[in-house]
């Protein structure tokens, strides 16, 4: 990755302040603590952010892709609308990972066929993203990836300095939030270099796998391999690696007239390729009826499918679903399996 | 250079269905309806054959159905009905009059590309059941322009003869004789059946066809595409004069929700129409 | 609606608290859904009974002979059966007992005299007669009865769900139990309750039963590699299982 120039700096306590000042004007959903979880969460003061990053459950794609999401409202009598809601938001402190997440689930939502629920809270929010030094956990495999460094989905992204950050403007939007709400002083220009010199170090000989770029066609040579029932047989179809990841986006809807029967809305919410009923159709046809074929089918969403239409890793290696995986299934060990580094 | 959240312009009405009224309904077997319905808002569907729509019906859902009737200059257009699911069981109570809500028409039909390909060659439809209902968008388009093609061959299968759909327009269809031959066979014959019995690949050797010059099409429930394919490619049909239609749980139709993808390909975006030769190595379609 | 359904609730051997759930509403959703059914026979909320019903909501487990006939006269009476709750849907805690023998689990509720009640088998309703829809859990959820109630009104499938309890615990951003060093039903029980259990601070007892297609090999082995011994994981699928055929392939 070519360095980036950072123009501002900013003290950590300015920082602070500069959020603060925000919380006027946004929601600000930030690392945070809440009874014993570390999770992404709406904030209502600066003092609430963590900025030691643990690993969380759910990624912060919740917030552009929310669980649950009223997309229509109608009446008995034939009224219809559209219901799309967004709300001013930033989100602060997100990290590589899942800004690369960001720009894969970007492109899905919003490449053909905009999706206007999508885009409406896209164009409400200001990301703003925070590098990380060093590997967060032993299940993250992001270097496997190439997903150590966001390569997009931020408005501003931070460099952690003595004392501070460094700033990196990717849009205006990113710009305009500092000239509203950030004290800041000029950078020397190399901040971001040294940064990432120092993060180099840390991961050490943590490379990507040998043969990324190969990966479509080695997971398409690969259909059969052994490895997909050895992994399958385990598999609970419980749906958790799903539920975590931040670029898994497919969903399902349905309609619910309230109980009155007078208004009715049609909602979509997550769902999962790995729990047995997804692809089945009406006349009871499942089309991957054994949880070998669902494995095969999203972890080639990452790695092949999918991959060729990001041209990049559709995996970014934040680990959520190895952690979240009882049976102990990982992409990373699929993907070695096929020779991905071999 | 980064690569920036910019913005892509939003499709407001992406979910949003527009009103179809029933303007007629006809009980074609037990489980299958024939609806016509007119769009209210809109002049013309402006469909291909072998499109589809996701119908509401506010309250119950959204099921993907196929237009069944040829593109048109007006705002009717046809849907054939299994009753099958909540949506489409609650389509079979409704009556003439009442609105029903659609969005489309999506996915790969046979476009005006295609259809260029088949001027002058032998159209052979190899039918399965309710696949006539999207097919007919199609036979229906090509039947009044017979003279474009050198023939028209229609072979349909049903369990039997209680399940012929559009009864009516099949023995107009086997009377116009000329270069359009309809040939039809049943599983289980009765004693109002005095045609062909067996499944609908006995139907293909009494064609007479050059696989070269020929272009099929193929439509029916999961199971027969295995035995049709195998019975076209021992008659040497090249895999790219074979067109396949198949049914998916298309959700969204905009190749987001993933229901209906099978490997790589969004059946509601590239299909449910498909050249064979471009799909035969995907493994969950076929 | 033209004609509102009329509904009936009938209770087998349980404690009824199935009941007391379904009408946990507000007044208003409770004036709402008067709206929509009918109630004729209640016995935790009104006095009348009837005899003509259209629907049949049945708590309860079936633990007598004697309780055959009566489910066998609401089925033909009723056009649509429905379970409520663990102890009809796959007989609850009440076929803890079907692990004894008769002469056992006599003796241990009643010692002064043990064949003073009439008993048998414990079963799930069915066992005995063919149930239209199930609205499963110990207890049942409020909102999942109103809406399978309404589905089954507009005439919709009841929409129960088919994969397990971790989909809905993992949407509520819960830290795994197996995390905490707790061993949970939720990777193979039935979800719809949201979660309950697991997302206030307890783990998943499979009062919801088991998904279609559970994966019990590899739940089996998750528990035994979070260091449960054989005997204690076949207590935790005892309380709500017994019925379930995958789970107890040699039960009564």
Not at chain 1, 301 to 314: D, E, I, T, Y
Not at chain 2, 258 to 286: D, T
Not at chain 3, 27 to 34: A, S, T
Request: charge should be negative.
């Amino acid at each position: 990755m070519s360095a980036q120039t950072p123009e501002f700096v900013i003290t950590k306590k300015d920082l602070l302040q500069g959020l603060d000042k925000a919380l006027a004007d946004y929601q600000v959903a930030a690392l945070t603590k809440k009874d014993d979880r570390v999770l992404y969460d709406i904030i209502k003061s600066p003092t609430e952010v963590v900025f030691d990053y643990q690993p969380t459950v759910l990624s912060p794609k919740k917030f552009f892709f929310p669980q649950d999401e009223t997309i229509l409202e109608y009446t008995a009598d034939g009224k219809i609308s559209a219901k799309i809601e967004a709300k001013p938001t930033v989100l602060f402190g997100i990290r590589p990972c899942d800004l690369n997440g960001f720009k894969i689930l970007h492109e899905a939502f919003a490449d053909d066929h905009g999706d206007p629920n999508y885009l409406a809270k896209v164009e409400q929010t200001v990301v703003i993203g925070i590098d990380c030094e060093k590997i967060c956990d032993k299940d993250a495999f992001c270097f496997k990836v190439g997903s150590q460094d966001a390569t997009g989905g931020f408005d501003l992204m931070l460099y952690e300095i003595a004392d501070g950050y460094a700033i990196e403007i990717a849009t205006d939007k990113g710009s305009q939030f500092i000239s509203k709400y950030l004290t800041t002083s000029k950078a020397n220009g190399d901040e971001i270099t040294s940064c990432q010199a120092k993060k180099a170090a840390n991961f050490g000989q943590e490379k990507p796998f040998k043969n990324l770029a190969k990966l479509p066609e080695l997971f398409e040579q690969n259909k059969h391999h052994a490895v997909w029932d050895q992994e399958g047989s385990r598999c609970l179809s419980c749906g958790s690696c799903i539920m975590v990841c931040p670029t898994c986006y497919c969903f399902d809807v349905g309609d619910e007239w309230q109980l009155n029967l007078k208004k009715g809305e049609r909602v979509r919410k997550w769902d999962a390729c790995m729990v047995t009923p997804f692809a089945a159709v009406g006349s009871g046809e499942n089309f991957r009826h054994t949880a070998t074929y669902r494995l095969h089918h999203r972890i080639n969403r990452k790695f092949n499918f999918l991959m060729k239409k990001h041209n990049q890793a559709v995996c970014v290696g934040c680990g959520r679903c190895v952690r979240a995986c009882l049976a102990d299934i990982s992409p990373k060990r699929i993907a070695e399996a096929i020779g991905a580094d071999s | 250079m980064r690569t920036k959240l910019n913005l892509r312009e939003s499709d407001p009405k992406l979910y949003l269905p527009e009103r179809a009224k029933i303007l007629k309904i006809k009980d074609f077997t037990e489980n299958e309806k024939f609806f016509e319905l007119a769009l209210l808002d809109r002049p013309k569907l402006g469909h291909v054959p072998g499109q589809f729509l996701q119908v509401s019906v506010l309250g119950i859902g959204e099921a993907p159905i196929s237009i069944s009737s040829a593109p048109a200059e007006h705002n009717r257009f046809d849907m054939c009905v299994r009753a099958i699911g909540d949506v489409t069981k609650k389509l079979h109570t409704l009556n003439v009059g009442d609105i029903v809500y659609i969005r489309g028409p999506f996915g790969n039909g046979f476009a005006e590309k295609t259809l260029s390909t088949m001027l002058g060659k032998h159209l052979l439809f190899i039918v399965g059941g309710l696949g006539y209902a999207p097919l007919r968008s199609l036979i229906n388009k090509v039947v009044p322009e017979r003279d474009k093609y050198k023939k028209i061959s229609v072979l349909y299968g049903c369990r039997t003869s209680k399940d012929r759909m559009y009864a009516h327009e099949l023995d107009e269809l086997s009377k116009i004789g000329g270069n359009v031959e309809l040939l039809e066979t049943v599983d289980k014959a009765d004693e109002n059946w005095t045609g062909s019995c067996g499944v609908i690949t006995t139907l293909i050797p009494k064609i007479d066809f050059n696989p070269n010059e020929t272009i099929a099409m193929v439509v029916g429930p999961p199971i027969m595409y295995k035995f049709v394919l195998k019975a076209l490619l021992e008659k040497n049909m090249p895999k790219e004069n074979i067109y396949i239609d198949l049914e998916r749980r298309m959700k969204c139709g905009v190749g987001k929700c993933g229901h209906c993808q099978m490997e790589g390909i969004y059946v509601c975006q590239e299909g449910p129409v498909f050249n064979y030769a471009e799909v035969e190595k995907n493994e969950e379609l076929l | 609606m033209a004609t509102k359904p009329k509904v009936a609730f009938f209770d087998f051997s349980c404690c009824e608290g199935c009941q007391l759930a379904a009408i946990d509403l507000t007044p208003e959703q409770l004036l709402d859904l008067l709206e929509v059914i009918d109630i004729v026979e209640f016995r935790e909320a009104i006095s009348e009974k009837s005899d003509s019903y259209d629907i049949a909501i049945v708590e309860g487990t079936i633990t007598r002979d004697s309780d055959i006939p009566r489910l066998q006269k609401i089925r033909e009476t009723a056009k649509i059966l429905i379970t409520l709750g663990a102890c009809s849907t796959i007989a609850g805690i009440n076929a803890l007992k079907n692990f004894q023998t008769k002469a056992e689990y006599q003796q241990d509720v009643y010692p002064d005299d043990p064949t003073k009640y009439e008993t048998t088998t414990a079963r799930a309703v069915h066992e005995i007669v063919e149930v239209d829809a199930f609205i499963p859990g110990c207890p049942i959820d409020t909102d999942e009865f109103v809406r399978v109630v309404k589905n089954l009104v507009l005439g919709k499938k009841p929409d129960i769900p088919e994969y397990p309890v971790c989909v809905e615990c993992k949407r509520n951003e819960n830290v795994c139990v197996y995390e905490k060093g707790i061993q949970c039903l939720g990777p193979v029980t039935r979800a719809g309750c949201n979660a309950r259990c697991p997302s206030n601070g307890g783990y998943c007892f499979g009062c919801r039963g088991i998904i279609p297609e559970p994966n019990l090999k590899s739940q089996q082995d998750i528990m035994q590699r979070y260091n449960l011994t054989f005997d204690q994981m076949q207590e935790k699928f005892k309380l709500f299982l017994e019925r379930n055929k995958e789970v107890f392939p040699d039960g009564k």
